[in-house]
């Protein structure tokens, strides 16, 4: 039986998008939607925590040994973060980020000092943030494929940003400047792309 699919919301999404989401790219598998804080814009930190306790509950749910994770834009650094450096790759067999800045933010940096709670998931997505830092140090779990997805045209996670060493990397043709983001996650060829890889 296919692994079930957890999909991990992106920053400012309502958790609403990312059940959308599922439905739309999981194939014959059961999807659901991980649980958010404050739509992401909490500590990512404690949103991978979080996504490690409801992998648990998806497992025992389905009985099934492991998960397939699908995070969209920030969702992929959350997953990344959760399979690097918080000890999530036993329980996952296939980790898709879509449009995630797994390099992190250059506009991030000017939030890096931020005092206030809700912007503290985009002052961690500064490229020279402690986070980044912990996360690129930590090597890529074993066992766990790993796949970043981005489009031409997204100018909020360019190719600079989503493409990482030691990740598959896919470019769709899907996407048009300056919607190349939103695009990744609402057009058909986009999501067929998902799709196939859940498939595979």
Same mark, same amino acid.
């Given at each position: =039986? ?38 992401? %814009? ?14 648990? $509950?998806? $497992?025992? $749910? ?9 995070? =969209? ?6 997953? +990344? ?13 296939? %980790? ?7 390099? &992190? ?5 000017? +939030? ?5 709670? #809700? ?42 940003? #989503?493409?990482?060493? &030691? ?14 983001? #939103?695009?990744? %996650? ?15």
């Amino acid at each position: =039986m296919p692994s079930p699919v957890v999909i991990l919301s992106g920053l400012g999404a309502p958790r609403l998008g990312a059940i959308a989401y599922g439905q739309a790219v999981r194939g014959d598998r059961q999807a659901f939607a991980a649980p958010q804080c404050l739509l992401g %814009f909490g500590d990512v930190r404690a949103a991978a925590h979080r996504v490690g306790e409801y992998v648990q $509950k998806v $497992k025992a $749910k389905t009985g099934a040994r492991k998960v397939s994770l699908v995070g =969209m834009s920030l969702g992929g650094l959350v997953g +990344l973060y959760y399979l690097r450096c918080r000890g999530g790759a036993p329980h996952v067999d296939l %980790f898709v980020s879509v449009g995630g800045p797994l390099n &992190g933010s250059a506009p991030a940096r000017a +939030l890096d000092a931020a005092p206030v709670e #809700w912007a503290h998931a985009l002052a961690q997505t500064a490229p020279d943030s402690d986070f980044m830092r912990e996360l690129h140090a930590a090597p890529n779990p074993p066992g766990v494929r790993l796949v970043s997805v981005g489009t031409r045209g997204d100018f909020v996670t360019p190719r600079a940003s #989503w493409e990482v060493e &030691g990740m598959e990397s896919i470019e769709t043709p899907y996407g048009l400047f300056p919607f190349g983001h #939103w695009l990744l %996650f609402t057009h058909p060829g986009n999501q067929r792309v998902v799709a196939e890889l859940l498939a595979a």
